[in-house]
Protein backbone atom coordinates (compact mmCIF):
# COMPACT_ATOMS: atom_id res chain seq x y z
CA UNK A 1 0.00 0.00 0.00
CA UNK A 2 1.26 3.52 -0.71
CA UNK A 3 2.11 5.50 2.02
CA UNK A 4 0.18 8.89 2.34
CA UNK A 5 0.09 12.00 3.74
CA UNK A 6 -1.77 12.61 7.09
CA UNK A 7 -2.57 15.92 8.91
CA UNK A 8 -4.10 15.16 12.70
CA UNK A 9 -5.14 18.22 14.72
CA UNK A 10 -5.83 18.08 18.43
CA UNK A 11 -7.77 20.94 20.42
CA UNK A 12 -6.73 21.46 23.99
CA UNK A 13 -9.42 19.24 25.43
CA UNK A 14 -8.12 16.42 23.42
CA UNK A 15 -10.72 16.23 20.14
CA UNK A 16 -8.98 15.42 17.23
CA UNK A 17 -9.64 15.28 13.44
CA UNK A 18 -8.07 13.77 10.71
CA UNK A 19 -7.10 15.04 7.31
CA UNK A 20 -6.18 12.77 4.63
CA UNK A 21 -7.10 10.92 1.75
CA UNK A 22 -8.82 7.82 4.24
CA UNK A 23 -10.18 9.71 5.98
CA UNK A 24 -14.27 11.55 5.30
CA UNK A 25 -12.66 14.75 5.88
CA UNK A 26 -10.71 14.08 2.51
CA UNK A 27 -7.33 15.96 1.84
CA UNK A 28 -4.70 15.37 -0.73
CA UNK A 29 -2.24 16.69 1.30
CA UNK A 30 0.90 17.00 -1.08
CA UNK A 31 -1.64 19.19 -3.34
CA UNK A 32 -4.26 20.62 -0.90
CA UNK A 33 -2.55 21.81 1.93
CA UNK A 34 0.07 25.05 1.71
CA UNK A 35 2.40 26.44 4.16
CA UNK A 36 3.68 23.00 5.67
CA UNK A 37 7.48 24.01 4.24
CA UNK A 38 7.29 27.73 2.98
CA UNK A 39 8.02 30.47 5.35
CA UNK A 40 7.97 34.17 4.80
CA UNK A 41 10.69 36.40 7.10
CA UNK A 42 11.52 40.00 7.71
CA UNK A 43 14.63 41.29 7.60
CA UNK A 44 16.43 44.55 8.71
CA UNK A 45 19.18 46.48 8.48
CA UNK A 46 20.53 49.86 8.96
CA UNK A 47 21.74 52.57 6.61
CA UNK A 48 23.88 55.64 7.18
CA UNK A 49 24.54 58.60 5.35
CA UNK A 50 26.98 57.98 2.14
CA UNK A 51 26.82 54.27 2.58
CA UNK A 52 25.63 52.48 -0.42
CA UNK A 53 22.84 49.44 0.38
CA UNK A 54 22.40 48.30 3.80
CA UNK A 55 23.85 46.73 6.70
CA UNK A 56 22.66 43.77 7.90
CA UNK A 57 21.16 43.53 11.68
CA UNK A 58 18.94 40.35 11.85
CA UNK A 59 15.92 38.53 10.55
CA UNK A 60 12.70 37.41 11.56
CA UNK A 61 10.51 34.34 10.71
CA UNK A 62 6.93 35.02 10.24
CA UNK A 63 4.16 33.11 11.60
CA UNK A 64 3.55 30.16 9.93
CA UNK A 65 -0.09 30.50 7.45
CA UNK A 66 -1.39 26.53 7.35
CA UNK A 67 -4.56 26.44 4.81
CA UNK A 68 -6.65 22.86 4.18
CA UNK A 69 -8.88 22.60 1.27
CA UNK A 70 -10.62 19.38 1.12
CA UNK A 71 -13.96 17.97 0.75
CA UNK A 72 -16.54 15.36 3.23
CA UNK A 73 -17.00 12.31 1.58
CA UNK A 74 -20.39 10.97 3.10
CA UNK A 75 -23.12 11.62 0.89
CA UNK A 76 -25.54 10.99 3.22
CA UNK A 77 -27.06 14.20 4.15
CA UNK A 78 -27.50 13.69 7.71
CA UNK A 79 -24.11 12.21 8.18
CA UNK A 80 -22.94 15.48 6.36
CA UNK A 81 -24.42 17.58 9.35
CA UNK A 82 -22.80 16.07 11.59
CA UNK A 83 -19.74 15.92 10.18
CA UNK A 84 -19.87 19.18 9.47
CA UNK A 85 -20.62 19.98 13.52
CA UNK A 86 -17.96 17.36 14.42
CA UNK A 87 -15.81 19.65 12.37
CA UNK A 88 -16.94 23.13 13.72
CA UNK A 89 -16.58 21.73 17.21
CA UNK A 90 -13.08 20.43 17.34
CA UNK A 91 -11.72 23.48 14.97
CA UNK A 92 -12.70 26.00 17.50
CA UNK A 93 -10.63 29.06 16.94
CA UNK A 94 -11.06 29.59 21.00
CA UNK A 95 -9.10 26.68 21.70
CA UNK A 96 -5.28 26.46 20.88
CA UNK A 97 -4.12 22.92 19.76
CA UNK A 98 -0.87 21.35 17.79
CA UNK A 99 -1.05 20.53 13.83
CA UNK A 100 0.52 16.96 13.21
CA UNK A 101 2.48 15.51 10.21
CA UNK A 102 2.57 12.15 9.53
CA UNK A 103 4.21 10.26 6.75
CA UNK A 104 5.22 6.42 7.24
CA UNK A 105 7.31 6.45 10.50
CA UNK A 106 8.15 10.34 10.09
CA UNK A 107 6.12 12.92 12.26
CA UNK A 108 6.49 16.37 13.06
CA UNK A 109 4.16 18.67 15.43
CA UNK A 110 3.69 22.49 15.73
CA UNK A 111 1.42 24.39 17.58
CA UNK A 112 -1.51 26.04 15.51
CA UNK A 113 -4.45 28.20 16.44
CA UNK A 114 -7.72 28.32 13.78
CA UNK A 115 -7.48 31.25 12.00
CA UNK A 116 -11.36 31.77 11.78
CA UNK A 117 -14.07 29.39 11.87
CA UNK A 118 -14.30 26.69 8.67
CA UNK A 119 -15.91 27.63 6.13
CA UNK A 120 -17.94 24.88 3.92
CA UNK A 121 -20.04 24.55 0.61
CA UNK A 122 -23.64 23.19 0.57
CA UNK A 123 -23.24 21.57 -2.83
CA UNK A 124 -22.39 18.21 -3.74
CA UNK A 125 -18.80 18.53 -3.80
CA UNK A 126 -19.28 19.27 -0.27
CA UNK A 127 -16.00 20.94 -0.04
CA UNK A 128 -13.66 23.07 2.72
CA UNK A 129 -11.00 25.24 3.96
CA UNK A 130 -9.59 25.54 7.28
CA UNK A 131 -7.02 28.16 8.04
CA UNK A 132 -4.48 27.69 10.49
CA UNK A 133 -1.67 30.28 11.90
CA UNK A 134 1.60 29.02 13.64
CA UNK A 135 2.60 31.52 16.06
CA UNK A 136 5.71 29.69 16.75
CA UNK A 137 6.56 28.86 13.05
CA UNK A 138 9.05 25.57 13.65
CA UNK A 139 8.11 22.33 13.22
CA UNK A 140 9.43 19.74 15.78
CA UNK A 141 9.87 16.13 16.50
CA UNK A 142 6.68 14.18 18.39
CA UNK A 143 9.66 14.15 21.61
CA UNK A 144 12.17 16.04 23.70
CA UNK A 145 15.29 15.01 23.19
CA UNK A 146 17.41 14.32 26.48
CA UNK A 147 21.46 14.40 27.32
CA UNK A 148 22.21 13.13 30.85
CA UNK A 149 25.27 14.51 32.22
CA UNK A 150 25.93 12.96 35.37
CA UNK A 151 23.30 9.73 36.60
CA UNK A 152 23.35 6.72 38.32
CA UNK A 153 23.67 3.25 35.27
CA UNK A 154 21.86 0.64 36.01
CA UNK A 155 24.61 -2.67 36.39
CA UNK A 156 21.99 -5.64 37.64
CA UNK A 157 20.26 -7.52 34.65
CA UNK A 158 17.26 -10.37 34.87
CA UNK A 159 17.31 -12.66 35.02
CA UNK A 160 20.26 -12.80 37.59
CA UNK A 161 21.58 -15.48 39.74
CA UNK A 162 23.01 -14.75 43.13
CA UNK A 163 26.02 -16.75 44.41
CA UNK A 164 25.71 -16.90 48.44
CA UNK A 165 29.75 -15.83 48.32
CA UNK A 166 29.64 -13.53 46.09
CA UNK A 167 26.54 -11.95 47.19
CA UNK A 168 28.76 -8.91 49.09
CA UNK A 169 30.46 -7.74 46.25
CA UNK A 170 27.62 -7.70 44.18
CA UNK A 171 27.40 -3.93 42.35
CA UNK A 172 23.55 -2.60 41.70
CA UNK A 173 24.93 0.53 39.74
CA UNK A 174 27.61 2.83 39.31
CA UNK A 175 27.90 6.52 38.77
CA UNK A 176 29.05 8.16 35.28
CA UNK A 177 32.42 9.61 36.17
CA UNK A 178 31.46 12.29 33.25
CA UNK A 179 31.34 15.96 34.01
CA UNK A 180 31.30 16.77 30.19
CA UNK A 181 28.25 16.42 27.41
CA UNK A 182 28.08 17.31 24.09
CA UNK A 183 24.47 18.44 23.07
CA UNK A 184 23.71 17.86 19.71
CA UNK A 185 21.24 20.26 17.65
CA UNK A 186 20.06 18.39 14.66
CA UNK A 187 17.25 21.69 14.09
CA UNK A 188 17.99 24.78 11.58
CA UNK A 189 17.53 27.31 14.56
CA UNK A 190 19.02 27.68 18.06
CA UNK A 191 16.62 26.86 20.69
CA UNK A 192 16.00 26.93 23.96
CA UNK A 193 16.16 24.08 26.70
CA UNK A 194 15.39 22.87 30.06
CA UNK A 195 18.19 21.94 32.43
CA UNK A 196 16.84 19.92 35.38
CA UNK A 197 19.21 19.47 38.36
CA UNK A 198 18.25 16.26 40.32
CA UNK A 199 20.20 16.31 44.66
CA UNK A 200 20.55 12.48 45.88
CA UNK A 201 22.43 14.87 48.63
CA UNK A 202 22.62 18.18 50.13
CA UNK A 203 24.80 20.59 47.63
CA UNK A 204 25.10 24.11 47.21
CA UNK A 205 24.82 26.50 44.09
CA UNK A 206 23.83 24.30 41.17
CA UNK A 207 25.83 25.18 37.81
CA UNK A 208 25.54 24.45 34.39
CA UNK A 209 28.67 25.87 32.43
CA UNK A 210 28.72 26.13 28.30
CA UNK A 211 32.41 25.49 28.19
CA UNK A 212 32.49 27.51 24.51
CA UNK A 213 31.08 30.26 24.78
CA UNK A 214 31.93 30.24 28.61
CA UNK A 215 28.04 31.50 29.16
CA UNK A 216 26.61 29.64 32.41
CA UNK A 217 23.43 29.50 34.38
CA UNK A 218 23.71 29.09 38.03
CA UNK A 219 21.34 29.00 41.11
CA UNK A 220 22.60 30.24 44.55
CA UNK A 221 20.92 27.87 46.45
CA UNK A 222 20.84 24.69 48.63
CA UNK A 223 19.67 21.37 47.45
CA UNK A 224 18.68 18.55 49.67
CA UNK A 225 18.14 14.99 48.91
CA UNK A 226 15.03 14.32 46.54
CA UNK A 227 14.85 18.27 45.26
CA UNK A 228 14.42 18.58 41.68
CA UNK A 229 15.63 22.62 40.10
CA UNK A 230 14.09 22.47 35.94
CA UNK A 231 15.24 25.71 34.21
CA UNK A 232 13.48 26.32 31.24
CA UNK A 233 15.47 28.87 28.64
CA UNK A 234 13.26 28.85 26.16
CA UNK A 235 11.74 31.98 24.74
CA UNK A 236 8.37 32.91 26.61
CA UNK A 237 9.10 30.00 28.90
CA UNK A 238 11.81 31.06 30.94
CA UNK A 239 11.48 30.39 34.46
CA UNK A 240 13.08 28.75 37.54
CA UNK A 241 11.13 26.02 39.68
CA UNK A 242 12.09 23.67 42.68
CA UNK A 243 10.10 20.67 43.39
CA UNK A 244 10.30 19.38 47.13
CA UNK A 245 8.41 16.72 48.53
CA UNK A 246 6.43 17.29 46.08
CA UNK A 247 5.23 20.65 46.32
CA UNK A 248 6.72 23.23 43.36
CA UNK A 249 7.49 27.11 44.46
CA UNK A 250 9.39 29.64 42.30
CA UNK A 251 12.69 29.55 42.64
CA UNK A 252 13.56 32.14 39.85
CA UNK A 253 15.18 35.03 42.28
CA UNK A 254 17.51 32.71 43.47
CA UNK A 255 19.63 32.80 39.62
CA UNK A 256 23.10 34.41 40.04
CA UNK A 257 23.17 37.84 37.96
CA UNK A 258 25.15 36.93 35.76
CA UNK A 259 23.38 33.85 34.87
CA UNK A 260 21.97 33.86 30.98
CA UNK A 261 19.38 32.20 29.81
CA UNK A 262 21.27 29.70 27.17
CA UNK A 263 20.23 28.52 23.67
CA UNK A 264 21.62 25.49 21.83
CA UNK A 265 23.33 26.37 18.61
CA UNK A 266 22.98 24.80 15.70
CA UNK A 267 25.57 21.35 15.64
CA UNK A 268 27.31 20.91 18.52
CA UNK A 269 26.87 22.41 22.46
CA UNK A 270 29.20 21.13 24.82
CA UNK A 271 28.28 21.48 28.28
CA UNK A 272 30.00 20.95 31.87
CA UNK A 273 27.96 20.92 35.08
CA UNK A 274 29.16 22.13 38.42
CA UNK A 275 28.09 23.13 42.28
CA UNK A 276 30.23 24.67 44.86
CA UNK A 277 30.40 22.10 47.23
CA UNK A 278 28.70 18.17 46.42
CA UNK A 279 29.04 17.82 43.31
CA UNK A 280 28.86 14.12 43.97
CA UNK A 281 25.24 14.50 45.00
CA UNK A 282 24.04 16.29 41.89
CA UNK A 283 22.40 15.02 38.79
CA UNK A 284 21.72 16.84 35.91
CA UNK A 285 19.87 16.45 32.38
CA UNK A 286 19.23 18.86 29.40
CA UNK A 287 15.96 18.22 27.58
CA UNK A 288 15.49 20.19 23.80
CA UNK A 289 13.46 19.54 20.98
CA UNK A 290 15.09 20.80 17.69
CA UNK A 291 13.61 22.84 15.63
CA UNK A 292 12.88 22.79 11.79
CA UNK A 293 11.74 25.07 8.80
CA UNK A 294 9.56 22.56 7.11
CA UNK A 295 8.15 18.52 6.26
Known amino acids: MKTQEILTYTNTKGESIT ?9 NVSKDVT ?13 SMGQHGDTYTGVRIEPRPIKIKGKITER ?5 IDLRQNALKILNPELAGTLRYYYGSFARKIGAIVDG ?11 FEVDFKCLDPFWQEETEHREDIATWEAAWEFPTEIDRDDATDMIFGSRSDSVIVDVYNGGHVSIGMRIVFRAIGELTNPMLLNVNTREFIKLNYTMVAGDVVEINTSYGSK ?8 VVSN ?3 YLDVDS ?5 DVGDNVFRYN ?21
Open 35 to 47: GLSDLDDTIYSTS
Open 76 to 80: DKSAQ
Open 239 to 246: RARLTRQG
Open 19 to 27: FGVGSRYHV
Open 260 to 264: TFMQL
Open 251 to 253: VYR
Open 275 to 295: ADTGLDNLECSIYFSPKILGV
Open 117 to 127: TPTFTRDLSQA
